[in-house]
């Protein structure tokens, strides 16, 4: 079973950035899509970047410019490096790894990491 761990979250001030990583167990990157979602109180969890296994990115419209996500194969981690960090960003980030399998979608999950922004 994949594990994800995830580090890097933290108070910054509006306008600050962070790095949040994400430590797979294994090396699942060629056949895994990487995600980070995020969960604010009171609503439900959305997707604000994703990597698919061939390296194309997506993000949500709220981030775009702003979060980019990445990955270093030989670590087996990803990283989301969030700039111009807006109060509205905090939220806990959960980093996703997702496979299709036949008729079945994998899903693993990272135990979450806090990011508030707050002056």
């Known amino acids: 079973q994949v594990q994800l761990v995830e580090s890097g979250g933290g108070l910054v001030q509006p306008g600050g950035s962070l790095r949040l990583s994400c430590a797979a167990s294994?090396?699942?990157?060629?056949?895994?899509?990487m995600g980070w979602y995020r969960q604010a109180p009171g609503k439900q969890r959305e997707l604000v970047a994703a990597?698919?296994?061939?390296?194309?990115?997506d993000y949500a419209d709220s981030v775009k410019g702003r979060f980019t996500i990445s990955r270093d194969n030989a670590k087996n981690t990803v990283y989301l490096q969030m700039n111009s960090l807006k109060p509205e960003d905090t939220a806990v980030y959960y980093c996703?790894?997702?496979?299709?399998?036949?008729?079945?979608?994998?899903?693993?999950w990272g135990q979450g990491t806090q990011v508030t922004v707050s002056s």
């Open positions: 990597i698919s296994s061939g390296g194309n990115t």
């Open positions: 996703n790894a997702k496979k299709r399998v036949a008729t079945t979608t994998l899903y693993y």
């Open positions: 294994e090396n699942i990157f060629s056949t895994y899509a």
